[in-house]
Structure formats: C-alpha cells, structure tokens
C-alpha cells in the first residue's frame, strides 16, 4: 500500500503487540513452506484434470471448482493460477507426445527415449518454472529446451525462464501481450469516453445472478477475457496509484479549504 495508508498500518501493528505480530510471521513462513512442499501434488491434480476428456461447458464448471477447491486445500490465489497455466500446458504436451508418430524412422528403443526424456525435462522444472515456460512462444520453449540440453540436463532458473518470457511471450499470455492486442485498436479520445460510459451502463443493467447458467452467454465472456483482466489491472492502478499534488481528490481538498470563509478577527 502507498504512503497515505503508512500511518494507519504502523497503528494497528502496535496495537496488536509484537507477540501477535510473530505468531502471524511464523504462520506466513508455514504456510509457504507448506505450498511449496505439496505443490507437486496441486500440479498432478490439475494435470489429471486437463488429461480428461469433457464438453467445452463441463470444463468451464469444473475449472471453476477446481480454483475454489485449491484455495480450499491451502494454496494461495496467484499459486492457483499458476498451477493452471502449468497443468494446462502440461496436460497437452503429455498428449502430444503420447499421439507423436515416429516420422524420423528412429528404433523403437530410441524413439520411446526421446519421448521419455521430453517428459523428464518438462518434469525438471517446479511449478513457477513451469508457468514461464507455458507462458512462451515456441521459440521461448525451443531456446528453453536447447539449454537444459547444452547444459547436461540443468534447467534454467526461474528468473532466467522469466527474462526469457519476456522476450518470446506466447500470443495470449501476460500484460504486455494484453496491452498490445488493445493497442491494435486504435479509437479517438471521444469515442472512448462514450464507449466506456455505454460498457458501465450495459454491464450495470445484466443480470449475473442468472449469467452463469447461460452457456452462450459464458462463452462470450470467455472470448473477451483477457479485455476483462486488463480493466481491472487499469482500475487497481488508478486506485492504489500515490497521491500526487495534482492529484483530483488534493486539488478537491484545496477547493473546499478556499471556499471556507475567513475566521473573525
């Protein structure tokens, strides 16, 4: 939180007392030692859970229990994403290998240790790890791959998968892939204005008790998810952002003070 709220977070933490305090650090420490030490677990689950074949409809109700039934189970919201994007992309390239035919007429013998060992080195890497390597091109993955092979079977760390992400994202992963797919779509000034006012106005008057049975209606949604994530990352930064001088609430601040008569000598 920025430096408006400093003062406030000092007072509560003095007033729970430093004992508080402590047991609430040991707790944080468990429960990251924790998720890390079953993590592996959390990644078959949702492995298994792609591997099974489902209608499009059956999947988007399955996955969302699935988020709530991690969180349940104790993993922390940004770990359940990233167990997703990892198990997803798991899931597929297990089925991939399992469908590749042997179309360099290897030995039968050498063909089953060429996909052994591309199961071994997707296996090397910790969930984190994994989630970068999901989140990149073919290119990413293929310098990726490279490397674990140049250097005798040691994969990269995760901030070497991430620089490397940057440089190759996939076409549907991460912030910077969102902000230049809306980018692509240039609109004037005007217009937008109008059009925000005309989404608030349509998304105030839908009825989202009832949405979510509406299988046509869901698919939409999901077609525009990622437009869906970027208006909520813009909101968070207009409301977390630090108060400047020129800032619309200080400059409100200023008005009323100079609208406030003069006290009486």
């Known amino acids: 939180m920025d430096h408006r709220f400093t003062g406030l977070t000092k007072e509560i933490v003095r007033r729970a007392g430093d004992e508080c305090i402590?047991?609430?650090?040991?707790l944080y420490q468990y429960t990251n030692d924790a998720e890390a030490c079953y993590e592996k677990a959390g990644l078959t689950l949702v492995t298994s859970f792609f591997q099974v074949d489902m209608e499009?409809?059956?999947r988007r109700t399955f996955l969302k229990r699935l988020r709530v039934c991690l969180q349940e189970i104790g993993f922390k919201p940004s770990k359940v994403s990233k167990l997703i994007t990892a198990g997803e992309f798991l899931a597929s390239e297990l089925k991939r290998f399992s469908c590749e035919t042997n179309d360099w007429l290897e030995s039968e013998e050498e063909f089953e240790?060429?996909?052994?060992?591309?199961?071994k080195y997707l296996k090397s890497y910790q969930v984190s790890a994994l989630y970068q390597v999901a989140r990149m091109n073919w290119e990413g993955q293929a310098?990726?791959?490279?490397?674990?092979?140049a250097s005798q079977g040691?994969?990269?760390?995760?901030?070497?998968?991430?620089?490397l992400q940057a440089r190759y994202p996939a076409e549907n992963s991460g912030i910077r892939s969102r902000k230049t797919k809306i980018k692509?779509?240039?609109?004037?000034?005007g217009q937008t204005k109008e059009l925000v006012s005309q989404l608030v106005k349509t998304v105030q008057a839908i009825d989202w008790a009832s949405i979510q049975d509406d299988a046509e209606s869901m698919d939409l949604l999901s077609s525009v998810e990622l437009w869906?994530?970027?208006?909520?990352?813009?909101?968070?930064?207009?409301?977390?952002?630090p108060v400047t001088i020129t800032s619309r609430h200080d400059q409100l601040e200023l008005n009323i003070t100079n609208e406030q008569p003069a006290a009486s000598d």
């Open 184 to 189: 692509e779509s240039v609109v004037e000034e």
């Open 143 to 149: 310098e990726a791959r490279n490397s674990y092979a």
């Open 22 to 26: 402590k047991e609430l650090s040991h």
């Open 56 to 58: 499009k409809w059956q």
């Open 154 to 163: 040691q994969p990269l760390t995760v901030r070497e998968l991430e620089k």
């Open 228 to 241: 869906i994530d970027h208006m909520a990352e813009l909101v968070d930064q207009c409301k977390y952002a």
């Open 113 to 119: 240790a060429r996909k052994e060992d591309e199961v």
